[in-house]
């Protein structure tokens, strides 16, 4: 079967090969991503080159077929190391794919769900399981609707096993008790229930940008412990290229460049449960075309919030996430390999080795090297170690979430 | 409505909101602040030395003046025990340095500080308005930027000086840390986010004792985590007078963007800049093959990381593409390499070259139909390797450093018969003679 594989590769890059110098003069630059590209219907598939192409991607007129050929090959070629014949059969591997309802996590569900069938019609079996959580995070309005997306998905892909979990389920679900003692102390916090103090967490918190912050990052974690609990091995999230470099610029911006590595690089990550993007090598823009070509039932399935508040910059509820999403729809449309570049040149940085032991975050969870906790402590900040002692005492957050969650100083 | 107290002192009415942390204070405690942190910036990490003769790359603009208005106060202050001097470049803009010049000038005079200019011509026997005339105004940054990168070592071996600080902000450095995240340079970006870079004399087989080496001077930016708008409220409150302009010639795409980027993100967090300041520094430490990149957080002067032909921030450091097209130009080479990858067509073929640097040469094999294509390894950060120019001596990763090829080229289409006062007979030999000259110079004798 390997072998059919690779010949078929092998045909496939003859193919591009034998193309290549017919490159045209133009580079069409598509404004609106989604929408077909008229010009193109003019032009053979560049590929197939039997069929008019409906699109053009990364100046190549693609047919509907070939297109889907392009998505599905960029996302399963990152997921070499789950193929049939790495698989135990006495063992069937388990992936958990956090699904949101948005563009890229659909999806993914969806080329996950044609793959593992195309395993098993091959060999009778796949190469590993998957298992799909919802985690519903407070202040979605569409709150009311995921029962019906969830059970719609349930009906479209019934060969996975489905979860539903909601975000304060994280003050349950980790094991230790360093994010209770985050929230603020009040009066009966002994014996708040979960979703109170989630509440009361975010209550305290002052500005929009740290409010987002917190909530990604304790879904973040309850992702990550719902993937341990249900006995996966690693966590297939659905970020696009676009959204890494997203993330990249962001996380920078939020006095996170010590974790980016962890948080960008497919493999190990310091949870203990590998992180793989199998997405990242596709734009978000080429899977807003896909999901419009493909139709029902990936159109079906998704929930994404009403196109990112036009609202102006002034505002105050503008996050740094926002910002970065922004920017690079903007870059996304007009550069899009500046995109890749970024999550490209950030995938060259190289994880310090954190050992068990290393001190953590108690937000985030990353390994802290040297225990630097705090905004004090460095160059950049005008206050002597004194208070970096006085810190010691309450929880240990890093620098960034330090910025998010302030400790009163005692 | 009564004024708010100052939230330092509670006794004066709080005058100015802090842009760093949006705190209300008064005049006096905003000063103090201000000063300290810089004050706190140089001590912990051990900036300066005592008996040391320092020159402040001066321009007239806010950042260095600024930078010279506080070095003199705190030298004053905490006894730092250092000498200080003004070092300017006239790039030869006219309209643009000589109003500027005209400020540094006066703030020598109030500052009681020994002044220096230099200019391009002196330099390098060009003005940035000949250049101009004669390459026009596409690319005419090329050769400023790495004019003036190399002006202000050269100046400093000129004065004997061993340690030139500059006016690069907080502000400065985030910009570049996105800038080069944004073009994909880790390298860059782990050198330029360290509070010290060098040029030092350890990369230099040759003479690291010859005292006007321009090889050998330390660069460094005391106001790294001070902010720009804090910088112009001090100015504007102590009542310092700079110019402040912006070069006549051009802009350029990815600097533009990055600094559009950090002013929207100063507006949701002010923090913002500062966090920037930090990923970078963080993410200096995980650049592969860098080791020495601490980003000055390890409170050591001696981490000094080489700084040749680096931009640091403001004008001049393009790399020669007029302004909106430097940003589409990258993408189509991205995408163009991006597609050669795919298509395996690029084959990578390393040998060692004469002086034992590595050499790449990149090749495209004709595109045969259904020619098998050879399997390409995946390629390593580039490591520069920094020797010595052979022409004027300075640190460059080239046989012949930018400078003199820039010159080379300069020279070569310089007018045979033009006619002008002071004209040097031998532009080709200009930047030898005056690395001979430099060489003659004694210590101090500026």
Redesign the interface.
């Known amino acids: 079967m390997a072998w059919r594989c690779t010949l078929h590769l092998?045909n496939h890059?003859?193919a591009?090969?034998?193309h290549?110098?017919l490159q045209p003069r133009f580079?069409f630059h598509n404004k609106m991503p989604g929408k077909h590209v008229d010009q193109a219907l003019e032009q053979p598939c560049r590929r197939c080159k039997d069929v008019s192409a409906v699109l053009v991607v990364?100046?190549e007129p693609l047919c509907r077929e070939c297109f889907f050929k392009y998505v599905h090959t960029k996302a399963i070629k990152r997921l070499e190391s789950f193929r049939v014949r790495n698989a135990n059969p006495n063992h069937q591997r388990t992936l958990l794919l956090p699904l949101s309802f948005g563009v890229s996590s659909v999806s993914l569900l969806h080329i996950l769900d044609r793959q593992l069938k195309t395993q098993m019609s091959k060999t009778g079996r796949t190469g590993f399981a998957i298992h799909v959580v919802h985690i519903q995070i407070p202040g979605d309005e569409s709150i009311i609707t995921v029962d019906e997306l969830l059970s719609k998905a349930k009906e479209a892909y019934p060969d996975f096993k489905y979860t539903s979990l909601a975000l304060h389920d994280v003050f349950r679900l980790t094991s230790d008790a360093t994010l209770n003692d985050l929230c603020p102390k009040t009066n009966h916090s002994e014996t708040a229930s979960p979703p109170e103090k989630l509440a009361a967490l975010i209550n305290s918190l002052t500005?929009a940008?740290a409010r987002a912050d917190v909530l990604s990052t304790l879904s973040t974690r309850l992702t990550v412990e719902h993937a341990k609990t249900s006995g996966c091995e690693g966590i297939l999230w659905g970020d696009t290229t676009t959204k890494l470099a997203e993330k990249?610029?962001s996380?920078?911006?939020?006095?996170?460049?010590?974790s980016?590595?962890w948080q960008i690089s497919d493999g190990e990550s310091p949870h203990g449960v590998t992180f793989n993007y199998p997405m990242r090598d596709v734009l978000k823009k080429e899977l807003v075309s896909y999901v419009d070509l493909v139709g029902s039932p990936v159109s079906d399935l998704i929930c994404e919030p009403s196109a990112i508040r036009q609202a102006s910059?002034?505002s105050k509820n503008?996050?740094?996430d926002d910002?970065m999403s922004k920017?690079f729809e903007e870059v996304e449309t007009?550069?899009?390999?500046?995109v890749?570049?970024?999550v490209?040149?950030?995938g060259?940085?190289?994880?310090?080795s954190a050992p068990a032991s290393a001190p953590r975050c108690d937000l985030c969870s990353m390994p802290v090297s040297d225990g630097r906790f705090g905004?004090h402590g460095?160059?950049?900040d005008?206050q002597e170690s004194a208070e970096r002692i006085a810190i010691a005492s309450g929880p240990q957050l890093c620098?960034?979430c330090s910025?998010s969650i302030p400790q009163p100083s005692k | 409505m009564a004024p708010k107290p100052c939230a330092l002192c509670t006794v004066n009415p709080a005058a100015i909101v802090r842009p760093k942390d949006r705190s209300a204070l008064c005049k006096p405690c905003f000063f103090n602040v201000f000063e300290t942190e810089i004050h706190h910036t140089i001590t912990s990490t051990n900036l300066f030395a005592r008996g040391e003769r320092i020159a402040i790359g001066a321009s007239g603009g806010k950042d260095s003046t600024v930078l010279a208005s506080v070095l003199k106060t705190l030298n004053e202050r905490y006894d730092y025990g250092v000498e200080l001097i003004l070092l300017s470049i006239d790039e030869g803009i006219k309209g643009y340095r000589d109003d500027s010049l005209e400020t540094v000038k006066r703030n020598a005079k109030e500052y009681g500080m020994e002044l220096t200019i230099l200019g391009y011509k002196e330099l390098y026997g060009w003005t940035m308005d000949q250049v101009v005339e004669q390459v026009g105004k596409k690319g005419n940054c090329t050769y400023c930027g790495v004019f003036r990168r190399q002006a202000l070592d050269r100046g400093a071996a000129k004065l004997g000086v061993k340690h030139v600080v500059t006016g690069h902000n907080a502000d400065d450095v985030a910009e570049t840390v996105l800038m080069n995240l944004l073009r994909g340079d880790l390298p860059r970006l782990s050198r330029t986010t360290s509070i010290v870079t060098s040029t030092p004399s350890s990369v230099a087989s040759s003479s690291p004792t010859d005292p006007a080496s321009h090889t050998n001077i330390k660069r460094s930016k005391p106001l790294k985590y001070a902010y720009e708008k804090e910088i112009v409220l001090y100015a504007l409150h102590k009542n310092l007078t700079y110019f402040s302009t912006e070069c006549i010639y051009s802009p350029e795409a990815f600097r533009g963007s990055a600094r559009a980027l950090i002013k929207n993100l100063e507006r949701v967090r002010p923090s913002a800049i500062l966090d920037v300041v930090r990923s970078g520094e963080d993410m200096a430490k995980l650049c592969p093959g860098s080791d020495e990149g601490c980003g000055g957080a390890c409170g050591s002067s001696t981490s000094a990381i080489p700084m040749a032909e680096e931009e640091e921030g403001g004008c001049g450091s393009s790399n020669g593409r007029n302004a909106g097209s430097e940003m589409a130009n990258m993408d189509r080479q991205l995408a163009q390499n991006e597609a050669a990858v795919e298509n395996e067509l690029e084959v990578e073929i390393t040998f060692h070259g004469r002086d034992g640097t590595q050499q790449k040469i990149k090749k495209q094999p004709k595109k045969i139909k259904g020619q098998a294509a050879a399997s390409v390894p995946r390629k390593a950060v580039t490591k520069q390797v920094m020797g010595k120019c052979k022409k004027c001596g300075y640190l460059s990763s080239q046989e012949v450093c930018k400078a003199c090829t820039l010159l080379e080229g300069l020279n070569k289409n310089r007018p045979k018969n033009h006619i002008e006062v002071g004209y040097d007979a031998e532009p080709e030999n200009h930047v030898r003679d005056l690395a001979g000259q430099v060489k003659g110079l004694e210590v101090g004798s500026g």
Request: net charge positive; proline share 4%; glycine share 8%.
């Open positions: 092998r890059l003859n591009l090969i034998t290549f110098h580079t990364r100046s500005s940008t990249t610029l996380e920078t911006a939020k006095g996170r460049g010590f980016l590595p910059m002034s503008t996050t740094i910002l920017y007009n550069f899009p390999s500046i890749s570049n970024v490209r040149t950030t060259k940085l190289e994880a310090v905004i460095w160059g950049g005008q620098y960034g910025r």
